[in-house]
């Protein structure tokens, strides 16, 4: 598998995962205890999440998988939470996502 297609991979674990734990926080974030529906959609794309994990495993290095997978589900989350919630990111945590983002091109450019 090439580098950008691993990433493109992990790219899109990291997509249904931060989908999983948007349909959380809108289970969580209801009047009631919970909203069961919103919290079984998300439990649905968790196990998507690990189903996806087995097969990046069997192709691609676990410390390359574990970068690339944390940064953009960092980065993801943080327009999550801008977009949707309504919380607020610092410029200590604006760059420290940029610096993640170098990192995954670096982790892409020279990958063995």
Known sequence: ???????????FISV???LGD???????STA??????????????????GVGWF???????LSSIGAIY??????LLALIGVLF??????IVESIAILMGVASIFMLIRFAS
């Open 55 to 61: 097969f990046a495993m069997r192709k691609i290095e």
């Open 32 to 49: 009631k205890y919970i909203d069961i529906r919103y919290f079984l959609y998300g439990m649905f794309l968790y196990l998507l999440t």
């Open 85 to 90: 919630f309504r919380e607020n990111l610092s």
């Open 70 to 75: 944390g940064v953009t589900t960092v980065i």
């Open 1 to 11: 598998m090439s580098s950008i297609t691993g990433f493109l991979f992990i790219l």
């Open 22 to 28: 948007f349909f959380i926080k809108l289970a969580s």
């Open 16 to 18: 249904v995962t931060v």
